[in-house]
Nanobody
């Protein structure tokens, strides 16, 4: 059974940092792309970043480039989203999700499509105060 569990959210002041973690189980991380999404109050859920542990592309939405970094642990059981220089507009519920990727082609134009991800973790709240 594919399972993802996100944690690490909290309250932080603007300019601070948080590290979110997505613990994955029931599948080989090398066969999947892990996406990070967020949903701000009153807004639609949108893509933040995606990561492949097998050497596929790692992508970020423009608003977080240079501030957020996604990686996995050596055991490939957890995917982290390191968030630095946080801004109040980063306040949202953050979700991780998994999409099977065969390794053929690229997902640069696909990773933001939430329908591509079949399995989702529960959200974790990030609140950035000004």
């Amino acid at each position: 059974e594919v399972q993802l569990q996100a944690c690490g959210g909290g309250l932080v002041q603007a300019g601070g940092s948080l590290r979110l973690s997505c613990a994955v189980s029931g599948f080989n991380l090398d066969d999947y792309v892990i996406g990070w999404f967020r949903q701000a109050p009153g807004k639609k859920r949108v893509g933040v970043s995606c990561f492949s542990s097998s050497g596929g592309g790692t992508y970020y939405t423009d608003s977080v480039k240079g501030r957020f970094t996604v990686s996995s642990d050596d055991a490939k059981t957890t995917v982290h989203l390191q968030m630095d220089s946080l801004k109040p507009e980063d306040t949202a519920v953050y979700y991780c999700a998994a999409a099977y990727f065969s390794g053929v082609g690229d997902y640069f134009y696909t990773w933001r499509n939430q329908e591509w991800y079949k399995d989702w973790g529960q959200g974790t709240q990030v609140t950035v105060s000004s």
